[in-house]
Structures are given as structure tokens and as C-alpha cells.
């Protein structure tokens, strides 16, 4: 009996509890999270149909598909769409721009990305409810997931009668999962709109309702190209014949662990690795062959690797040091090694921070409890990092899930209408000015 009392009590506690932090929230407020809940079962419904759409950044014709169904769902509610296409010679769909035009409170940049790392010949490609806690598909966390949640976030602003007169831009782009090159065309329109904007949200995956991401590691790709001198086996280690191309990549590779793999927020990883007698790599699509035989010194290595960092100092150094290892080659061996850059770094700001301030406090009116920043260390490269140098921002407010780029990836449904809900005050707060 007097264990039935106290869990009456611990329960009347939290309804009062609750109750006291509903009491922060304007009328408006209050209306647009009965708009966001009413509208919650078509939102899933829609996901669902867009997750059912191959979009793998490759699949150029899935992509736009996509495009277009979010293009019709953001002009229903007072944007003006545009398509942006990319030249044919990059192999990339293009990107939507939906914008609406006003002169109230903030001027807002909206952050999401169309592709999915799951091509045409994957075999994950459906939308699958299991129980009433989560679905299994492609997207549906990373990231049309938080597309969804951004666009019936503002869906309920539009039937709450309060968007008028905002100012926001939406960027939804169609190759994030494999950036267009060369990133001055790909990433044009995003950099104008950063530029324009005062804050940036981005909606990749949420990692929890008390964290969100004030800094994002920037991303980098770099080849390494060894060669030895091929001869008989038996001579290797000789001063005629060397070490070969296989032990001298092999030297590099450890001393870039040796040398940089303490170093806060930076990781280096190879991800392809070819070596042999001949080698072959085809770049564009990340594959390739060796041939070689035991009794031959391999003359011949190839790596392909990535290079992920927290500022573009961080950058500079972990490359010189990278090539000063190169340069130092073993016995008749020689190697050289480039770069070239995906995504600078969002370094974590004053700006930033006081943006997840302004979260924070409404987490804490909606009753959720404050929010902290989460460790970038544990966050890849996204879109909003193009802005970053521009314009205060936060990502992290999409959708709640996991198994991000494999096919057990999934989203929470039972957290899907209180982000939503979420986001929508977010952004009615932010342009209202405050």
C-alpha cells in the first residue's frame, strides 16, 4: 500500500510538473503543437512515400522524383520553389531551394539533403513499420526523416496563420551523401544563402532531445601512390632492389597512425587499399584490381583515404605532417600524395552556442529539459558546415533513430511528433525575433 501512495504521488509530481511547463508557452504556442500532433499521421504517411523513392546520389532520376514531391509540399504552403540543376558532365541531380519572403524576426537558412547512401541496386529500399516504436528504410533517419520533420514544422506555422512575413530559405540538396565537384558549383547556392541568412539549422539526425550539435568536423580525401622497384623476390631488402611499394606504403600508413592518431578530433582513415605487380583503381566509383605474385617485388600501391578535422588549422597541419611522412621513402621506393577538400569544418562558436541557447530554454518551456552540445568527434561532415564561416548555426534537430548508411537504419516514430513540434517553435520564436 505504501508503495501504490508513493508512485500516486511520483505521478502527480510529474503532471504537475508538466503542467508548470505548459504554462510557458504562449496560446500560440500551445495551438501550433495541436496543429503539429493532428497532422503527425500524415507526416509518417509522407515519409513513408518519399523513403519508398530510390534516391541514392547516383540515381539522378530518383533524386529529382524526391525533389518534386517536396517541391509540391513547400509550394502548397506559401514558398516559392526552384530547381537547381548541375552541368551534365558532374553526374549529379541538382538541389531544391524553397524560399519564403517576408521582413519579420530572424532570417532563417532550413538545412536538409534529398540523396541517401543506398543506390538502385540495393537491397534496402522499402519503408518497413515494426510494432509501433520504429521503421526500418533508406533515409528515414539520415535524412528524410528531418526533411519531413522541417516541412510539417512549417506546415504547422502556415495553418497557425503565423508565417506570414518570415523570412526563411530551405536548401535541400541532392548528392550530400557524395558532394558534386567542383564544390564552387555544387555548393554555389547554399554559400549565397548563408551568406543572406542570420542563423542556420540543420536537420541531419538527432542524437537525443537534451543534445544538438554546435560543431560539425570537416571532411577531406587524399590518394597515396607508391612505387618500388619490381625484380625478384629474393632480392628484396638488397640495396639493388629495395623494399618494394607494399612495405613502403605499409611504413607510411603506421606513421600516420604513429604521428596524428592522438590528436583531439582528428581521424584519418584508408579506406581502399591496392597493391601488387599491377594495380588498377577506377576513382569515380570507389573500386578496383591488383595482380602480383609472392615471388615478385610489388611495384605498384594505391590508397584512397579521408581525412575528417575541427578547424581548417587542424587541416593544414595534419597534411604537412602527412607529407613530410611520404617524402621520407624507403630504399628505391618513391611515393607522393594529394588532397582535395569535401567539407570544411563547423567549428564550434559564441554564435553557435547562444543559437542553442535559444533551444535550450524552449526545451525546457515544452518541458524536455535543457540542451547540451554534442561531441563533434562523434559527427560526420554535413551541408550547414558550408555556411558555418558566415552565419551562426546548430544542426542535430532532425530525426531520431539509428543504423545511419546501413541497412538496418531506422527512425523513432515514437519521438517524430515532439521534434516536429519542436522545430516548429523553434522556428515560430526565431521569427518573431527573439
Keep these: ?26 496560446r500560440t504556442e500551445k495551438q501550433i503543437l495541436k496543429i503539429v500532433s493532428q497532422n503527425n499521421r500524415d507526416a509518417l504517411a509522407f515519409l513513408e512515400k518519399v523513403v519508398n523513392i530510390n534516391s541514392g546520389t547516383m540515381n539522378l532520376d530518383g533524386v529529382r522524383a524526391v525533389g518534386r514531391e ?54 534496402f529500399q522499402k519503408y518497413e513499420v515494426q510494432g509501433d516504436t520504429i521503421a526500418l528504410g533508406p533515409g528515414t533517419e539520415d535524412m528524410k526523416g528531418g526533411d519531413v520533420i522541417m516541412l510539417y514544422a512549417l506546415k504547422a506555422l502556415y495553418e497557425a496563420g503565423v508565417l506570414d512575413d518570415t523570412q526563411i530559405v530551405v536548401a535541400l540538396h541532392g548528392d550530400e551523401e557524395e558532394t558534386g565537384k567542383p564544390l564552387s558549383i555544387s555548393r554555389e547556392d547554399i554559400i549565397e544563402a548563408g551568406k543572406w541568412a542570420e542563423i542556420a539549422l540543420g536537420f541531419e539526425a538527432s542524437t537525443g532531445f537534451n543534445e544538438a550539435t554546435i560543431a560539425r568536423r ?89 581525412l575528417r578535422f575541427i578547424s581548417e588549422d587542424q587541416k593544414e597541419h595534419a597534411r604537412e605532417v602527412m607529407r613530410q611522412i611520404v617524402d621520407n621513402h624507403l630504399p628505391k621506393t618513391d611515393a607522393q600524395i594529394e588532397f582535395w577538400d569535401s567539407y570544411p569544418a563547423m567549428p564550434p562558436t559564441e554564435g553557435n552556442m547562444a543559437v542553442l541557447e535559444i533551444l535550450s530554454q524552449l526545451s525546457q518551456d515544452m518541458g524536455q529539459g535543457p540542451v547540451k552540445p554534442f561531441d563533434p568527434l562523434k559527427r560526420g561532415a554535413a551541408d550547414i558546415s558550408f555556411v558555418a ?25 515514437t519521438t517524430f511528433e515532439a521534434l516536429t513540434q519542436r522545430t516548429a517553435l523553434l522556428i515560430y520564436r526565431l521569427t518573431r525575433g527573439e
Excluded: C
Design 1 to 26: 500500500m505504501k508503495m501504490r501512495n508513493v508512485t500516486i504521488i511520483f505521478l502527480a509530481m510529474v503532471i504537475a510538473g508538466i503542467s508548470a511547463q505548459a504554462q510557458k508557452l504562449s
Design 70 to 123: 517536396f517541391d509540391t509540399a513547400f509550394a502548397a504552403i506559401g514558398f516559392e520553389t526552384r530547381w537547381v540543376d548541375m552541368p551534365a558532365e558532374m553526374q549529379r541531380a541538382g538541389h531544391l531551394f524553397a524560399e519564403h519572403r517576408g521582413s519579420k524576426g530572424k532570417r532563417l537558412l532550413l538545412i536538409g539533403h534529398l540523396d541517401t547512401v543506398f543506390e538502385k541496386d540495393s537491397p
Design 218 to 306: 570537416g571532411s577531406s580525401g587524399w590518394k597515396l601512390d607508391v612505387s618500388g622497384k619490381r625484380a625478384h623476390s629474393a632480392g628484396i631488402f638488397s640495396e639493388e632492389d629495395g623494399a618494394g611499394a607494399i612495405f613502403e606504403v605499409s611504413r607510411i600508413l603506421y606513421q600516420f597512425y604513429d604521428q596524428l592518431h592522438a590528436e583531439q578530433y582528428l581521424t584519418f582513415n584508408p579506406g581502399v587499399i591496392l597493391g601488387g605487380t599491377f594495380v588498377e583503381y577506377d576513382r569515380a566509383n570507389f573500386k578496383g584490381t591488383a595482380y602480383g605474385k609472392s615471388n615478385v617485388i610489388p611495384q605498384t600501391a594505391v590508397v584512397t583515404g579521408g
Design 389 to 413: 564561416k558566415y552565419v551562426d548555426g546548430l544542426d542535430g534537430l532532425g530525426a531520431m533513430g539509428g543504423g545511419g548508411h546501413t541497412p538496418h537504419e531506422y527512425i523513432d516514430l
